[in-house]
């Protein structure tokens, strides 16, 4: 999916201000050139997670690792945090998107500060629209990330850069080269000392993390101790060295060479003077008691991280789609797929009915239009409701005033408009399971490059097959159901309708509007 908004840029207003953007909106660079190899630094005993992984090993066995589902937006930041404040030897981030409010102001600075600490930092990034605020910005956006990189302990890349850095070159680009630039980095994974992983749905940005009054997103990760922080360490590698990633340019418009402390200091200002972020996360630096006590609260299982090749030259089609369908068609008894954006296809369709003749039942649950950041994706999942339930799939679609906003969603005193899904994950007969990037719908099936992982621990698919029953209350979600009539109902707490929810009427107009484009658009 395209990035769901613009951000606002704050950090790069806290530092740059006064720059006339427009100046430079026209440059253009020579060809970025391909960076050298490097690979993920072995797992050194003395990391703060090692002691968590020898108790796994010990208990479990060479090949399992630990695991914790993340499902609260807070939690999801607090470990986003201690991973990050914990490493003493090395840190890879791989994002999508890590824009330029609150929450990436805060990762960013604890980032730098990790790297005055001594620790090895790999930053991947799209570069589609990191860190921008609007498209007037990119040259800014590329400044600040320069200015990061120069630390002698941090590194950036981006994946399938536009050469022409500047605004109308990168728009002449995008017109020559749409093919190519089509093609964008869906993962999202952090790994921390290469023992301990966070791999999921959330990019970084307010939205994902209950601090953004327009919405917030209902979202999932795990966070993973042992042998899948290796397998996630050997995804990293493979996009960092791959021939679609190149380093940041050096020349800098903007002249801007901000001392680190002065960065940092004013990310923590901003997040602090903000009544909607906590305090005791901005000032919060040690967490050993948190990790200290991870092994009572992770599920041991073993893992297998899959993710597409980072060109789409390397092979005929993506990966992710075939490991997820494998995984779906495996099931014996029950299927619970959660999906923030469904786009099916008449394979998807005959696989839901092999499993119904097989007696397998199948639950899914997505966005309604009413929870919809994106209302261009429900045009083309609405067309595939009736395909689905006369398949025999229990289908919910999320309120958008769904009881677990203040609970799992928002974070306090935050309170956004609406809730939207976000998660990605799917648990086959309560035993497997599967977290991670790919939405079910063209783009990611076909354009973008995806990642997830998949577990094999029955306490790890119990834990997460009861989040998702949560999730399909009436309390959460609408109950679609097709009448005898064959027309669709709505129902959930809040009543029964026959027209599907909205939040106003120009969602209406939009969902009407985005019928006359492909569905791989968007």
């Not at 992984?53 to 993340?70: M, P």
């Not at 910005?137 to 990189?149: H, I, K, M, T, Y």
Request: proline residues 5%.
């Amino acid at each position: 999916m395209l990035p769901r908004r613009a951000a606002g840029l704050r950090w790069a207003a806290a530092l740059a201000c006064s720059f006339a953007l427009f100046a430079v909106g026209c440059a253009t660079q020579a060809p970025l050139p391909k960076p050298p190899v490097s690979e993920a630094q072995p797992p050194l005993p003395d990391s703060l997670f090692a002691a968590a992984e020898d108790g796994i090993r010990a208990a479990h066995g060479d090949e399992a690792s630990g695991f914790r589902l993340l499902r609260v937006n807070l939690e999801a930041l607090a470990w986003r945090l201690a991973l990050i404040d914990s490493a003493r030897h090395s840190l890879d981030l791989q994002y999508y998107v890590w824009f330029g409010d609150k929450v990436g102001q805060l990762l960013m600075a604890r980032v730098v500060a990790a790297a005055d600490r001594g620790v090895k930092v790999r930053l991947l990034f799209d570069d589609l629209s990191t860190l921008l605020h609007d498209m007037e910005s990119v040259e800014l956006r590329d400044a600040l990330l320069a200015a990061v990189d120069r630390h002698p302990n941090i590194e950036i890349r981006v994946f399938n850069a536009w050469q022409q850095r500047g605004l109308l070159g990168r728009a002449v680009e995008s017109v020559g080269e749409f093919s190519r630039l089509n093609r964008r980095m869906h993962n999202k994974q952090m790994i921390a000392d290469n023992r301990a992983a966070i791999i999921g749905g959330r990019n970084v940005g307010d939205e994902y993390f209950g601090l953004n009054v327009s919405f917030n997103f209902h979202d999932l990760d795990v966070l993973g101790v042992g042998p899948v922080a290796r397998e996630a360490s050997a995804v990293f590698d493979r996009y960092w060295n791959s021939d679609w990633v190149r380093g940041i340019p050096r020349d800098n418009p903007f002249g801007l060479a901000p001392e680190r402390s002065a960065a940092e200091e004013a990310a923590f200002a901003a997040l602090t003077s903000d009544p909607r972020a906590r305090e005791e996360l901005a000032g919060k630096r040690s967490w050993a008691s948190e990790v200290g006590s991870l092994p009572g609260t992770l599920h041991a299982g073993r893992s297998a991280v899959h993710t597409d090749s980072p060109s789409r030259a390397e092979t005929t089609h993506n990966h992710m789609p075939e490991a997820f369908r494998a995984l779906l068609r495996s099931a014996q008894r029950e299927v619970l797929i959660t999906n923030a954006y469904i786009i099916p296809d008449e394979v998807f369709i005959t696989d839901l009915n092999d499993l119904r003749a097989r007696g397998v039942t199948v639950r899914i649950l997505t966005n309604s239009l009413a929870s919809h950041d994106v209302p261009a994706v429900n045009s083309h999942y609405e067309t595939w409701r009736k395909p689905m339930l006369q398949a025999g799939v229990a289908l919910y679609e999320m309120r958008a005033d769904a009881a677990i906003q203040a609970t799992v969603v928002d974070t306090a005193p935050v309170r956004g408009r609406f809730v939207g899904l976000h998660t990605k994950a799917m648990v086959i007969d309560r035993q497997r399971s599967f977290v991670g990037s790919m939405n079910l719908d063209p783009r990611s099936e076909v354009i973008n490059s995806e990642m997830g992982v998949v577990i094999d621990s029955a306490e790890l698919a119990s834990a997460l097959a009861a989040a998702m029953e949560q999730d399909m209350r009436g309390s959460n979600s609408w109950s679609v159901t097709l009448g005898s009539d064959d027309t669709l109902r709505w129902t959930s707490d809040a009543g029964t309708q026959s027209t599907q929810p909205a939040r106003s009427v120009w969602q209406r107009v939009q969902n009407a509007f985005f019928k006359l484009f492909p569905p791989n658009l968007y």
